[in-house]
């Protein structure tokens, strides 16, 4: 059974891990090099309890993740968060994504956020069509900002209201 909870310190293995199969096989990141446990340790920490990173465990295993991150460092934007998820790639395609997408937007309205953001690479068409079934609307496309696998990537923004 999925278990989806706040993540703790001991997950951040499985967190990197995941993250980095993205990097080195998705366009869900921008990011081009594999990233270290100590890399990711930093990113961890600037997480706190209004902005969490949540995990889904299967037998015990973290399997996928999703995060609330601050939109801006700017304090007038205390209330936009952007939302970020990945699944570990043999776990894709069986909910798993829709079920931590859910559970942060729920994170976010329980802890008072009005706006959400969720920024989507060309090529991540699952994931413009799960952001989308939230309710997440198109706000604007910037049209080759990335270079990734040999071709200039644009990113879509979405955006969902929460009052």
């Not at 998705?26 to 209004?50: C, N």
């Not at 090529?123 to 910037?142: I, K, P, R």
Request: aromatic share 10%; proline share 2%.
């Amino acid at each position: 059974m999925l278990n989806i909870r706040r993540s703790e310190l001991s997950d951040l293995d499985g967190i990197t891990a995941i993250y980095n199969e993205a990097i080195l096989t998705t366009t869900a990141t921008f990011d081009l090099e594999p990233k270290t446990r100590e890399d990711r340790l930093d990113w961890f920490q600037q997480h706190d309890d209004r902005h969490p990173i949540l995990v889904a465990e299967l037998d015990g295993l973290v399997v996928g993740w999703a995060c609330l991150s601050h939109w801006r460092p700017r304090c007038a934007y205390e209330d936009t968060g952007e939302t970020s998820f990945y699944v570990k790639q043999e776990h894709r395609g069986i909910g798993i994504g829709r079920q931590l997408k859910r559970a942060i937007i729920d994170e976010a309205r329980r802890l008072g956020f009005h706006t959400l953001i969720a920024g989507v690479a060309e090529g991540s068409d699952a994931s413009l069509h799960l952001n989308e079934s939230f309710g997440f609307e198109v706000v604007g496309t910037f049209k080759e900002v990335g270079h990734k696998f040999g071709k200039r990537l644009g990113v879509t923004y979405l955006q969902l209201f929460l009052d």
